[in-house]
């Protein structure tokens, strides 16, 4: 596919409102950094969407060719149960709830998480970065702020002062809020005898002594402001400005304004040139989150425990349904929309197989080695534009009917188009989509490796005649197709690389 039209990339910028084109800072490099969760309770389906949301961008700029440095963050402390400034931590809430300590309460969701991560097959991050680990970055930021005029020092905790910088700097631009307008809908929060204005926000705060979650600095025992962690850690490992930010809608207000606002006054550069943001899952109208209790886990999503699920769907299934969306579109959740992904998703796999195991026609028609080259150009088109998944897999579904005629002898495909179709298919289906077969995700590799085992055997009969190149032919094949052998004492082992 090397003569196929690769860019140019069109995604929406929050921050314009327009698709515009990616050009990024550095090519082929891509800073890339996604808010992370807040270990403190069980991933919900609609945290794994957005998760889901920037998998596909991740896998798509790799499969543009970019080298992505992704860094996607474990919020392990800061983030207070009211969103903003008020209210105990979340997770040192949690820890009183279950009797652990905040790090352990840390450890447990984070280790579910990543669990929950694999099981959708979404990617790991080139870097995931803890808040707690980052405290002598997040101090460094605070003093920045307070020597450039915009953080105020108050009763031991530091507020970054909205008014002042909202003078000289577009305060609102990324969430299209005005300041005067936010000022009158901002109740009285905690901290109101601190804080000069209601709309400032903490950046460093003084804790209480039972606080079990706190640090020096030069302000007294605190913690960092929920906001700051991911400027600190977007700015260590990817520069003061970065290619794209992405995180979910609900994000946008207060969380990423704040975080362009403590770039700028800290290191006077926007920090972020393309911001994204995935939508929301809802159910019945309304966003899943926990505490509207509409939000289920994967647990009860596979095995269909829970009031909302008629039956247990497949991780698979799921991730499908996903990104069968726009993700700037919402996305709500039913039993027959989950129905309909469910069998689209068994008759692309099924063509999947068929496709494999298609041999070239002798009286191929050379019309439809264009036509695969057409499917595979209407792909790259969707997904350019704005990673429109929906519209890339109906072009899918437009090859499965044209592998499912081929099969039934009413095509007549040559070995070019076939093997087109192939690295098309698989390219879209498992590289970009990141769907997997069943067998696959249960990690059940029996027939592989009954199979292996006999081109080890191959491998050793053709040593043992000392017939070497058939012997490191057998290898670099099998190396090839991503199945390393490794000789040891005990005799030849394997794994995937
Ligand atoms: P949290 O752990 O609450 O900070 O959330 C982690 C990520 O999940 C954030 O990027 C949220 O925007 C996102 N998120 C939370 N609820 C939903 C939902 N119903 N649909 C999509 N994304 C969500
Ligand atoms: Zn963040």
Redesign the pocket.
Known sequence: MSNLQKGPLYLTNTLTRKKEEFIPLRPPHVGLYV?G??VYSDVHL??V??FTTFDLLYRWLMHLGYKVRYVRNI?DVGHLVGDVDEGEDKIAKRARLEQLEPMEIVQKYTNGFHDVMRLFNVLSPSIEPTATGHLIEQIEMVKRIIESGYGYEANGSVYFDVPKYAQKHAYGELSGRKIDELITNTRDTEGMDEKRSPLDFAIWKRAEAQHLMKWPSPWGEGFPGWHLECSAMSTKYLGQTFDIHG?????KFPHHECEIAQSVAADGHAPVRYWMH?N???VNGR???KSEGNGFTPEELLTGNHKLLEKGYSAMTVRFFMLQCHYASTLDFSNAAMQASEKGLERLMAAMGTLEKLRPATNADPGQDEAVRGLAQRCHTAMNDDLNSPVMIAELFEAVRLINSANDGKVALGATAIEELRSLMNAMVFDVLGLRTEAAAAGDDTALDGLVQEFIRMRAEAKARKDFAASDRVRDQLAALGIVLKDTKEGTTWQRA
């Open positions: 808010c969760p807040t609609g945290n969407r957005t919020t995180g979910g809608m609900d994000l995935g929301m899952l809802t966003k899943m989150a």
